[in-house]
């Protein structure tokens, strides 16, 4: 039986929806790159995807991840990894809960987030490019 791990991300959308926000990550794999903020954890107490990722969020930064949608989901054969990325708001003032987990966070635009050398491979900039050029908020 084959089976792959599920990922739930975010992408989380601010000032007027023309920024989003990345976190440095704190630990491999990876450590030191920006990624988009999400995991793994939150899919443990609930099995509904698209609740996981507001607990995901809120475990991780202490806000409430608000009007969020299925934006694409992305499977990375290499790796069996089944990548499901949601988009939305936030309310309230980002504040770094797992500090073992993320390093920082900072606001970029979408340009400058596809600059970066960005975690995981192009999976995150594929997200952050389709949600540029076909989905509007």
Known sequence: ?????????????????????????N??????????PGGA?????????????SKEVFSEFSVKFENHKLLNVIYDVQNEILRMYYVGNILGDVR??????????????????LELDLAFGDFDKE?????RNNFKF
């Open 1 to 25: 039986m084959n089976c792959y791990k599920v990922l739930i991300i975010a992408l989380i959308l601010g000032k007027n929806n023309s920024e989003i926000l990345l976190s440095k990550r």
């Open 27 to 36: 630990r491999d794999p990876e450590l030191g790159k920006w990624s988009l």
């Open 41 to 53: 954890e939150a899919l443990n107490s609930e099995k509904d995807p698209s609740k996981a990722i």
């Open 96 to 113: 770094i809960t797992q500090p073992e987990i993320t390093g920082e966070t900072k606001w970029f635009s979408f340009g400058e987030a």
């Open 127 to 131: 997200a952050i490019k389709y949600f």
